[in-house]
């Protein structure tokens, strides 16, 4: 995943809300706040990528892939090598907040606004990267690998294994990280959640191809009776087949397993 910073076309465009986030946070309505927003999150996401704690990722890497090797017969990661994170471009952070404090269940916008400090959005994924695995079980081992690292590295980590209606299968693991944000005067300190996303090769292969079903619908009410019996809806499709997909990767556990049990 690259960390691609395009701010020569983009718009200035804000969501119907933003002057209530202004109200809260009145650097947000500087020029230039939020194309450098982008730039801030673009560069922290090459720093991130070589911090200590990635970097020690990578050397644990081949050593962990062994480890799953030999108690499966299988490969852990479906590339030999990590991938690298990267940063959430500014259009990406105000739909998300605009979803997350509009609409039903709507949440306050100062969840997102800190009252002091640097203007930063409190979203844990404004650097992220997305660790794919080969087999279902291999997200799990990967995921208490990442997790028990982090920790013995004293940093503060968080995990969630998320399974949702809509057909998403995926660990993310989210660890804090020291940053500067530079914009106007002075950088300012700040710290941000990282986020790292643990998938199989078949779910990230679909999530890539549905992903734009699921931003269209996140953050609308909607009932399940709308999708789940018209074939010729796109949600019907992705998130059907979502949950198809996370039943073969099982399946295939169990080929695998089987086919290790003939050769022993």
Same mark, same amino acid.
């Given at each position: 995943?690259a960390a691609g &910073?395009?701010t020569?076309s983009?718009?200035?465009?804000?969501p119907?809300?933003?002057?209530?986030?202004? $109200?809260?946070r009145?650097e +947000?309505?500087?020029?230039? /706040?939020?194309?450098s +927003?982008?730039?801030?999150c673009?560069q922290?996401?090459?720093e991130v990528?070589?911090?200590?704690?990635?970097?020690?990722?990578?050397?644990?890497?081949? $050593?962990?892939?062994?480890?799953?090797?030999?108690?499966?017969?299988?490969?852990l990661l479906?590339?030999?090598?990590?991938?690298?994170?990267?940063g959430?471009?500014w259009?990406r952070?105000q739909t998300k907040?605009?979803?997350?404090?509009?609409?039903?269940g $709507?949440?306050?916008?100062k969840?997102y606004w800190?009252? %002091?400090?640097?203007p930063v959005?409190? +979203?844990?994924?404004?650097?992220r990267?997305?660790?794919?695995?080969?087999?279902?079980?291999g997200?799990?081992f990967m995921?208490?690998?990442?997790?028990?690292?982090?920790?013995?590295?004293?940093?503060?980590? &968080?995990?969630?294994?998320?399974?949702?209606?809509e057909?998403?299968?995926?660990q993310h693991?989210?660890?804090d990280?020291?940053?500067?944000?530079?914009?106007?005067g002075s950088?300012?300190?700040?710290?941000i959640k990282?986020?790292?996303q643990?998938? &199989?090769? +078949?779910? &990230?292969?679909?999530? /890539?191809?549905?992903?734009?079903?699921y %931003?269209?619908?996140?953050g609308?009410?909607?009932?399940?009776?709308?999708?789940?019996w018209?074939?010729?809806?796109s949600?019907?499709?992705?998130?059907?087949?979502g949950h198809?997909?996370h039943?073969?990767?099982?399946l295939?556990?169990?080929?695998?397993?089987?086919r290790?049990?003939e050769r022993?």
């Amino acid at each position: 995943m690259a960390a691609g &910073t395009n701010t020569s076309s983009t718009k200035t465009t804000a969501p119907a809300c933003w002057k209530k986030w202004a $109200a809260l946070r009145s650097e +947000l309505s500087i020029p230039g /706040y939020w194309n450098s +927003l982008t730039e801030n999150c673009a560069q922290w996401a090459s720093e991130v990528g070589v911090c200590g704690f990635w970097k020690d990722v990578e050397k644990h890497r081949k $050593a962990w892939s062994n480890e799953f090797h030999q108690k499966t017969g299988g490969s852990l990661l479906a590339q030999d090598q990590l991938p690298q994170f990267c940063g959430k471009q500014w259009e990406r952070i105000q739909t998300k907040i605009e979803q997350f404090t509009t609409g039903k269940g $709507a949440n306050n916008p100062k969840e997102y606004w800190p009252a %002091e400090g640097p203007p930063v959005p409190r +979203l844990n994924d404004l650097v992220r990267t997305r660790v794919v695995c080969q087999f279902l079980d291999g997200v799990e081992f990967m995921g208490n690998k990442l997790q028990e690292l982090a920790t013995e590295m004293g940093l503060r980590v &968080t995990r969630e294994r998320q399974g949702r209606l809509e057909g998403y299968f995926a660990q993310h693991l989210y660890f804090d990280h020291e940053v500067l944000f530079r914009f106007g005067g002075s950088p300012q300190q700040v710290t941000i959640k990282c986020e790292v996303q643990i998938a &199989t090769l +078949l779910a &990230t292969r679909l999530w /890539y191809e549905s992903h734009g079903v699921y %931003e269209e619908w996140r953050g609308q009410e909607e009932t399940q009776e709308e999708w789940q019996w018209d074939p010729s809806d796109s949600r019907f499709i992705a998130r059907q087949l979502g949950h198809m997909i996370h039943l073969a990767d099982g399946l295939l556990v169990g080929l695998r397993d089987a086919r290790s049990g003939e050769r022993m």
